[in-house]
């Protein structure tokens, strides 16, 4: 029930097109879904979040969307580069409980984006 | 302002060995979180630290503790290492008042053990 679910493992992508990653989630007391993108060598930096209250959530090129019933929430990077190519992670946390401190991460998206 | 920060950015140990691990907060956030990165996985959740004291505690053995200084940087420690315990370590620290779900990580310790 901790778990949170991320697909797909690796993805490839032409410069300018759309980059999509989905992640499920079992545990209803979740409360906080932020996404990490990570470069080789270096830790997670957080890219954008979005609390349940709202359905989607856009800041420049990045969108999370949210489903609340399904349990699913996905990143669409729209106009993808090539410094987009990084590892990107999904989380989820409950504030509620650990007020953020702790969270639950996906396995990983490797992106590549080509020119 | 600095970011969080870690030392030492690189370790080899033994089998059996003991290692410890620091962080530095970001200015002005209290709590601070670890957390193990396996090559080709999401990072997991180890410890979480708030004013000194153990605010949660992941599903790892009692080989891993950590405490937390008054200046609230950390460490973590980690006995009798096994080939296992070869990961980047990460820490993350967040403020305690406004935006205090933002975790911010530091670039990790790679821990390699032989």
């Known amino acids: 029930q901790q778990q949170v679910k991320q697909s797909p493992q690796s993805l490839i992508v032409q410069k300018g097109g759309i980059s999509i990653i989905n992640c499920a989630y079992e545990?209803?007391?979740?409360?906080?879904f932020p996404w990490y993108q990570q470069f080789p060598g270096k830790g997670p930096a957080l890219l954008i979040a979005i609390r349940p209250d709202v359905s989607e959530k856009k800041e420049g090129r990045f969108t999370i969307s949210f489903n609340k019933s399904a349990k699913q929430f996905s990143l669409h990077i729209m106009d993808s580069q090539p410094g987009d190519s990084a590892t990107y992670f999904c989380a989820a946390s409950s504030l509620i409980y650990n007020q953020g401190g702790k969270l639950i991460f996906g396995q990983g998206t490797e992106l590549s984006v080509k020119p | 302002d600095a970011g969080v920060t870690q030392s030492p950015t690189h370790l080899i140990k033994t089998r059996g060995q003991h290692v410890t691990l620091r962080c530095s907060p970001i200015?002005?956030?209290?709590?601070v979180s670890w957390y193990q990165q396996v090559l080709g996985q999401g990072p997991q959740f180890i410890f979480q630290y708030y004013e000194k004291e153990e605010r949660g505690r992941g599903n790892f053995p009692d080989r891993f503790s950590a405490r937390q200084f008054p200046n609230y940087s950390s460490e973590l420690n980690v006995n009798a290492l096994l080939l296992g315990d070869s990961a980047l370590y990460l820490c993350?620290?967040?403020?305690?008042?406004?935006?205090?779900?933002?975790?911010?990580f530091g670039s990790g310790t790679q821990l390699s053990v032989l």
């Open positions: 200015s002005g956030h209290k709590s």
């Open positions: 993350a620290s967040r403020s305690v008042g406004a935006a205090k779900e933002k975790l911010f």
């Open positions: 545990n209803t007391a979740f409360d906080y």
